[in-house]
């Protein structure tokens, strides 16, 4: 029997990171879905509602990379790393920078599919660019990524791609069905288009980024999918929108602005449409999306993605748009 800490699902990502940086969460055991909520597996009680009950082993042997690092250090290095292709990308604090080496070969040693390693100094600027410097191998950051049963490759120190939002793209293709028209409007390399273009689905993307369109085009053609199923426009999307025809679905993922475009882009979503919005919301932060939304668009669903900072998060906002003179009851 094990002490669990159990906390609602939709906390529960923010959750797990607290209890990674504490040392808290057992990674020998995994963590047990229960009507809603989660019951994360702990090392020792912390403050909460604690379930004890018996464990569900986890098959993998630990990767914590940690573990091989010397004590001193253990415990300033941080858990949580990216995993692109056969790139690791991490932040690593100030504190810990001169230990970067050390870090780099623990983490080669765990993870035996990894060959580089690179210091993660943010993202940055209008193309939301990360800024790397390789630690451990070569300074050629183009590398090939699988996900959800598709493979992108692309340049990670040229144009943005985000391993993390693997769910969500898996979340939003079992939505999609054959045939809708969907704009992709801050499209990066298109692994949201690439993925429901393979469904069936005609998809309109846009990025301003040039190196964001060479990379698309080589994705769409890595995966096989037919020129006829997609346009992409290098451009801002602002520049492009009065031509643009209206969608079933819009995909609007860029965090740091998207709040900025909704009235505009909003005006090409179809009747019964749905808008994906991702956006960051503070931690303290009392946010209602309704104050955003135009009369006839309703929020039917959100949820955390991820963190992203320590007092912010990243959040989904799916929004319909009904009828003109239909009055959602639930805002
Ligand atoms: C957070 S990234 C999202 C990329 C992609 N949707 C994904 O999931 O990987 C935001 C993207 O928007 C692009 N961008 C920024 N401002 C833009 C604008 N005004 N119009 C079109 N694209 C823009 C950037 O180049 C970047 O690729």
Not at 90 to 115: F, G, M, Q, T, V
Not at 202 to 219: F, M, Q, R
């Amino acid at each position: 029997m094990i002490k669990h800490l159990k906390v609602l699902e939709r906390d529960a990502q923010n959750v797990r990171l607290v209890l990674e940086k504490s040392n808290a969460l057992n990674d020998a055991f995994l963590p047990i879905k229960k009507g809603g909520y989660i019951l994360w597996p702990l090392n020792f009680e912390v403050k909460g509602e604690i379930v004890v009950c018996e464990g569900v082993k986890s098959k993998r042997n630990s990767r914590d990379y940690r573990k091989l690092l010397p004590v001193e250090i253990r415990s300033l290095a941080p858990r949580s790393f990216d995993i692109f292709g056969d790139i690791g990308i991490i932040r690593i604090p100030d504190e810990c920078l001169d230990y970067s080496d050390i870090i780099a070969k623990a983490l080669l040693k765990s993870h035996l599919n990894l060959k580089k390693i690179a210091l993660d100094e943010g993202v940055k600027g209008e193309y939301r660019i990360r800024q790397l410097k390789m630690i451990i191998g070569d300074s050629d950051f183009v590398s090939l990524h699988k996900e959800n049963g598709f493979e992108f490759k692309l340049d990670i120190s040229k144009v943005y791609f985000s391993p993390r939002l693997s769910m969500e793209r898996s979340r939003i293709y079992d939505m999609v069905e054959s045939g809708e028209k969907i704009l992709d409007a801050f499209a990066g390399v298109c692994p949201f288009s690439v993925s429901l273009a393979s469904k069936g689905c005609k998809l309109t993307a846009v990025d301003s980024n040039p190196d964001s369109e060479y990379w698309a085009h080589e994705n769409f053609r890595l995966n096989k999918i037919p020129k006829t199923s997609y346009d992409f426009f290098c451009s801002k999307i602002e520049d492009v929108l009065p031509e643009l025809k209206l969608y079933d679905r819009i995909i609007m993922n860029s965090p740091t602005t998207s709040l900025n475009y909704l009235q505009s882009i909003s005006s090409k979503l179809k009747i019964r449409g749905v808008i994906h919005l991702y956006t960051i919301i503070e931690n303290s932060a009392v946010f209602k999306i309704r104050d955003y939304l135009p009369s006839n668009f309703s929020c039917v669903f959100e949820r955390v993605v991820h963190p992203y900072s320590p007092s912010s998060s990243l959040m989904v906002f799916d929004i319909v748009k009904a009828e003109n003179n239909v009055q959602y009851t639930n805002q």
